[in-house]
């Protein structure tokens, strides 16, 4: 089975400073990874996926994310936070390949708080 | 370009009551997929559909059941229900098996 692990349920930042969210995960298979964000009584919005060839991978409002597959990492960054990106995050694996992006396995979450 | 539409977007019911959730996916998307968002369990998988016929299906109880319309619209019901059934329901869209889901903004069920 996949599983994503995110390391850290929050975490703050000033406003311009990196924001860095981390994600491990576990897949047997190579994997298809994604980053969402959450805003408030909202829905997810996708911000980059990553499913084969370049590894660094550019998202929309400034994200980025690499994976490395030596370290089944796929970790998330913004070189300077806005007050906007306050939200919440969610880093997701897809199930198998076999059932493509449909079935995804999110990791539990992480807070993004950004102080002024 | 209208995004995925859930109704309504929050609901009340009691105990033992059942509830049926709608989604309608953006125009042309034919897999329609369903997850379940809660403090303490997070996002899970209930169950994905893609020209009427369920694709998968997650770990949940035979209480929670979906169907897909042939205009791609999806429905999710949950019988019998129980406290722990209160949560935000998302569906997603996505216009093929292997590209990307695009969320609504859920459905807020509260079981009293």
């Known amino acids: 089975a996949q599983s994503v692990t995110q390391l850290g349920s929050h975490v703050s930042v000033s406003e311009g400073a990196l924001v860095l969210l981390r994600c491990n995960y576990s897949?047997?298979?190579?994997?298809?990874l994604f980053w969402y964000v959450q805003y408030p009584n909202q829905g997810l919005q996708l911000l980059l996926k990553?499913?084969?060839?370049?590894?660094l991978v550019k998202g929309i409002n400034g994200f980025e994310a690499e994976f490395k597959k030596s370290e089944t990492s796929f970790h998330l960054t913004k070189p300077s936070a806005h007050m906007s990106d306050a939200a919440e995050y969610f880093c997701a694996v897809s199930g198998s390949r076999g059932t493509g992006f449909q079935k995804l396995v999110f990791g539990t979450g992480t807070r993004l708080l950004v102080s002024p | 370009k209208a995004g995925v539409t859930q109704t309504p977007r929050y609901l009340i019911k009691t105990r033992g009551q059942q509830v049926t959730l709608s989604c309608s996916p953006i125009?042309?998307?034919?897999?329609v997929s369903w997850y379940q968002q809660t403090p303490g369990q997070g996002l899970q998988f209930l169950f994905e559909?893609?020209?009427?016929?369920?694709?998968n299906k997650g770990n949940f109880p035979g209480r929670f059941s979906g169907r897909q319309f042939s205009n791609s619209r999806s429905e999710m019901n949950v019988s019998t229900l129980e406290l722990g059934d209160s949560a935000l329901y998302l569906c997603?869209?996505?216009?093929?098996?292997?590209?990307?889901?695009?969320f609504g903004q859920g459905t807020r069920l509260t079981v009293v």
């Open positions: 997603a869209s996505s216009l093929a098996v292997n590209t990307e889901a695009f």
């Open positions: 990553y499913t084969t060839g370049a590894t």
């Open positions: 125009s042309g998307h034919r897999s």
């Open positions: 559909y893609f020209s009427e016929t369920q694709r």
């Open positions: 897949s047997s298979v190579p994997p298809y």
